[in-house]
């Protein structure tokens, strides 16, 4: 297998769109937490709360479930046994990475950390958690589906589309007052650094790009003229 830097490097150039507009929200992102404290971001984006900007984040919220990522690892695997198990092994990966964090940090979340201090507008039918804030779990798991969709698709210029709804998810998880900025912050380098390491794995290592199981596709079987 060549050098990890070099294949991880590979796959960054080659999904420019998508790491341009990354680096651009790491440097903004790092100058925001350097300069405001942790709560700023989530009284900001709480003064703008309104019933459109509620059906809007609600959405992008539900779009890093994993739950509707596993139709789409289905769907993959039908297509390709390797995409769907480089998917999975992104989503499970990350998401025990997650939950160690989380166990160790054991943060309040806003609600618990205004609690008695500020008075926050919440969105009418969601459940606000009050502890285990960092990182934002949710946000991983976008920056992973997000990412997953960006390596693969071939046409490069919709990676940075698949930039902007990751984004959104981590966004959401603010407005929907269940993260602060920094644990979406984290959350999105976890995602991306997993899921990047997977697709090497998968896709750059030479064994495993000649293995016969990985290379298996239903759809090839059994809907492809021969």
Not at 186 to 212: A, C, E, H, R, W
Request: hydrophobic share 50%.
């Amino acid at each position: 297998m060549k050098n990890l830097y070099l294949t991880i490097s590979e796959t960054v150039s080659e999904n420019a769109p998508f790491f341009i507009l990354y680096t651009l929200f790491l440097a903004i992102g790092a100058s925001w937490l350097i300069i405001y404290d942790k709560g700023q971001c989530v009284l900001m984006i709480n003064s703008y709360h309104n019933f459109v900007y509620d059906k809007i984040f609600i959405f992008f919220t539900e779009a890093g479930d994993g739950k509707y990522f596993a139709i789409v690892l289905l769907i993959a695997g039908v297509i390709g046994l390797r995409y769907m198990f480089f998917g999975l092994a992104a989503y499970l990966t990350a998401g025990i990475i997650v939950r160690i964090f989380k166990a160790l940090i054991d943060s309040p979340r806003p609600k618990g950390f205004f609690d008695g201090v500020t008075e926050l507008s919440f969105v009418p039918g969601i459940d606000v958690h009050s502890w285990n804030s960092m990182p934002s779990g949710h946000t991983t798991t976008g920056f992973v589906i997000f990412l997953f969709f960006a390596v693969l698709i071939k046409d490069k210029r919709w990676s940075a589309i698949m930039f902007v709804f990751a984004l959104m998810v981590g966004i959401s998880r603010v407005y929907l007052v269940q993260h602060f900025f920094v644990d979406v912050y984290f959350g999105s380098i976890i995602g991306v650094l997993t899921t990047l390491l997977m697709y090497s794995i998968f896709f750059k290592n030479p064994t495993l790009q000649d293995s016969k199981f990985l290379n298996y596709s239903i759809f090839n079987k059994y809907f492809l003229k021969e």
